[in-house]
């Protein structure tokens, strides 16, 4: 089984190469922020929880986050190769739920990949994408926000991976698929070493 942590800012490409490392591996692709919209679109309690504190850039509360990954990782286990974790965890205290939620099934972490993109081309990236994607948080004010908060809130989760051997880093700012490339050999490297 394999277990990925796709980690970056906002813009850097976590979903664009997880669906890619998804497809290749036969992973199930969990994306926090995914999940979160599809509340806001079906208009779930949760959903209006939540609304205005993506659409301010601000993150949604912990133990909400962890618990919908909770039921995610109960509806796959019987039948998956693994879960691909797209934008969780982005806190220190989701990282250490997720190592419980997967000890208590007897699994562990793979890998944690950090996609590094400089700040520039990741706010050109979103403004890109903000002319059609829709998203209330695709705008220069909240991306900004999105930033700010990444660095307070996401950042210290690298210490956390860095601390148990669990962290490696890719440049991801070439193309999608020489990007994809090089993550696939973290992957492999991880899995057998070499
Ligand atoms: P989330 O949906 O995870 O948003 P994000 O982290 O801000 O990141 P994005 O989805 O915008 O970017 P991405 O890294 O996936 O990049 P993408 O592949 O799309 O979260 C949204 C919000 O939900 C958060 O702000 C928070 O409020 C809340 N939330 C979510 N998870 C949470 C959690 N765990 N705890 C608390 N709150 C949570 O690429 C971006 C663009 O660039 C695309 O247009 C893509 O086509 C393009 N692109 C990608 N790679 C390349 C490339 N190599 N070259 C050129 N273009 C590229
Ligand atoms: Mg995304």
């Known amino acids: 089984m394999l277990n990925i942590v796709i980690f970056g800012a906002p813009g850097s490409g976590k979903g664009t190469q997880s669906k890619l490392i998804a497809e290749k591996y036969q992973l199930v692709h969990l994306s926090t922020g995914d999940m979160l919209r599809a509340e806001i679109a079906k208009g779930t309690e949760i959903g209006k929880k939540v609304d205005a504190l993506i659409s301010n850039g601000n993150y949604a509360p912990d133990n909400l986050i962890v ?7 109960d509806a796959h286990k019987k039948n998956c190769n693994g879960f691909i974790f797209d934008g969780f965890p982005r806190t220190v205290a989701q990282a250490k739920a997720l190592d419980e939620l997967l000890e208590k099934h007897g699994k562990k972490l793979t890998v944690m990949i950090d996609l590094h993109v400089e700040e520039k081309l990741l706010i050109d990236r979103l403004l890109k994408r903000g002319l059609t994607s829709g998203r209330a948080d695709d705008n220069l004010e909240v991306i900004k926000k ?11 989760v690298l210490d956390f ?3 148990s051997g669990r962290y490696a880093s890719v ?18 490297f991880s899995i057998c070493g070499f």
Request: glycine share 0%; proline share 3%; hydrophobic share 30%.
């Open 146 to 156: 999105r930033l700010e908060v990444h660095k307070q809130k996401s950042l210290p």
């Open 67 to 73: 618990s919908m990954i909770e039921q995610e990782i």
């Open 171 to 188: 440049q991801n700012s070439s193309t999608i698929e020489q990007n994809f490339e090089q993550i696939v050999h973290l992957i492999e």
């Open 161 to 163: 991976y860095k601390k």
